[in-house]
């Protein structure tokens, strides 16, 4: 499993008109090529009377599925650009559908290219990217006389409380950036005098929002 990897926040959608032409985005977030595939043929069905809905889509870890297509468009003028903007903003798991009625204006394979690379854009933005973190649960089991210190503490820091349990001694749930569980647990023994238990627990992603000009840093 990857510590950290962007991708969208969902489904989402845009529309554009260049030179007449509409040109409509769709964008979800897919985890195997079938489900890429369905998105695409629902997409397909819902404008069955488009001119074109040219595609592309990032699959896997480590960007083992990538494909593109442009559906009667002239070639490389669709579909690679809209995997052009997907690797651009280091998007994983993530489709784009972009559907375009013709206007009667021809626009140039330039064109169809900023048509096509700024539909998808658009689209990228109105649903949203987010950052997934890994993040490993610590739980932390004190005194009722260190909860104060340790809620004040953790609220003042970086890690985030998942909850709090009140039972014969307070138990913290806190979610810790996985790798950095040593440098949590020393942190816990130094604030509690070494007056508190740790333990590890699951594993889950976090998901964070990032700002809409998000480059794939």
Do not use: F, W
């Given at each position: 499993m990857l510590n950290t990897y962007f991708t969208v926040r969902g489904d989402g959608s845009e529309?554009?008109?260049?030179?007449?032409?509409r040109f409509i985005g769709?964008?979800?977030?897919?985890?195997?090529e079938e489900e890429a595939k369905e998105f695409i043929q629902q997409i397909k069905k819902k404008h069955h009377d488009a001119t074109h809905n040219c595609s592309a889509y990032m699959i896997g870890?480590?960007?083992?599925i990538q494909k593109a297509h442009d559906d009667g468009e002239p070639s490389g003028t669709?579909?690679?650009?809209?995997?052009?903007?997907l690797k651009q903003k280091g998007l994983?798991?993530?489709?784009v559908v972009v559907t375009r009625y013709f206007g009667g204006i021809k626009l140039g394979a330039g064109g169809l290219i900023r048509a096509y690379s700024s539909t998808t854009s658009e689209a990228l933005h109105t649903t949203g990217i987010v950052k997934?973190?890994?993040?490993?649960?610590?739980n932390v089991t004190a005194d009722y006389s260190l909860l104060g210190k340790l809620e004040n503490e953790l609220r003042s820091s970086t890690y985030?409380?998942?909850k709090i349990e009140y039972l014969e001694h307070v138990v913290i749930e806190v979610y810790v950036e996985e790798g950095n569980e040593d440098i949590f647990s020393t942190w816990i023994v130094d604030l509690t005098s070494d007056q508190a238990t740790i333990?590890?627990?699951?594993?889950?992603?976090m998901e964070i929002d990032v700002t809409p000009d998000h480059k794939g840093e």
């Open positions: 529309q554009i008109v260049i030179q007449k032409s769709y964008v979800t977030r897919a985890e195997t870890e480590h960007d083992q669709a579909g690679v650009p809209i995997l052009n903007v994983k798991d993530t489709v997934r973190q890994l993040m490993r649960t610590m985030i409380i998942k333990t590890s627990g699951d594993v889950s992603y």
